[in-house]
């Protein structure tokens, strides 16, 4: 789960895995802890880091201050991206694919992580090779340095580009995504403790022995009396 890391900028913290090392001294065992972080805005500014510590508090914070100093910028077009990559690293294989709006994130935990702290909503995704997370983790910010704009692609090749196929089927998803309407908010729930629910309790309009008639009243209606026999 994100936990917020700073309020001014928007960035939230989600760590990865924490991993314990050991190395052999002559008093005994001496350990040590390294933690993997992944940080970012939701607005398409995201990073990770690695870093080791003797706590494992001290390694988190140790991982966060090396993540803000390696943030990044994704390019991004409504809530997916604009054309499928494909990053490397070690033995680890990571291929992002652009989805229509509503899709979701299908994505393991690492790459889950980075791509929702990034601000993409809709993306298929799919793994291969090795599953160590550093590796994977590394392999989705290789895919994501290959990420460029139609307008950087035009301006490489000094050629006006037509729209692009995912943005076509972006604005056609639109068309099928409801539009939420003010009166359609949920409403939040209301204290009804003590209140008169109209039940046939004691106090109740419906129960209990009902409103009071003198004797001239019951004897003008011709009702029988509960009075006790002489």
């Known amino acids: 789960m994100a936990e917020m890391l700073d309020e001014k900028g928007s ?3 989600t760590t990865i895995g924490v991993y314990r090392t050991s190395t052999t001294v002559k008093g005994g065992r001496r350990f040590s802890f390294g ?7 939701r607005n398409g500014e995201v990073g990770f880091g690695y870093a080791k ?36 690293f070690s033995a680890a294989t990571v291929r992002l694919i652009p989805a229509a709006p509503g899709t979701g994130v299908v994505a393991g935990t690492v790459v889950r992580a980075v791509l929702e702290l990034a601000g ?18 590394k392999a989705v910010f290789d895919a994501i340095d290959q990420l460029h704009t139609p307008e950087q692609i035009a301006e490489l090749r000094s050629q006006t580009l037509e729209p692009t196929e995912i943005a076509a089927k972006i604005e056609k998803g639109k068309a099928f995504v409801p539009a939420a309407k003010k009166s359609d908010k949920a409403k939040g729930p209301v204290n009804t403790l003590g209140m008169d629910k109209g039940g046939r309790g004691r106090g109740g309009p419906g129960g209990g022995r009902g409103p009071r ?8 209606s011709g009702a029988p009396t509960d009075a006790p026999k002489a």
């Open 120 to 137: 993409i909503q809709d993306c298929l995704t799919k793994c291969y090779g090795s599953t160590n997370p550093q590796n994977v983790l």
């Open 53 to 88: 510590g003797t706590e494992v508090p001290q390694a988190i914070q140790k991982a966060q201050r090396a993540a803000q100093r390696n943030m990044k910028k994704v390019t991004r077009i409504g809530t997916t991206i604009h054309h499928q990559v494909q990053g490397g």
């Open 11 to 13: 960035i939230e913290s």
């Open 35 to 41: 933690g993997l972080v992944v940080i970012g805005n």
């Open 213 to 220: 008639r003198d004797r001239a009243t019951i004897a003008e």
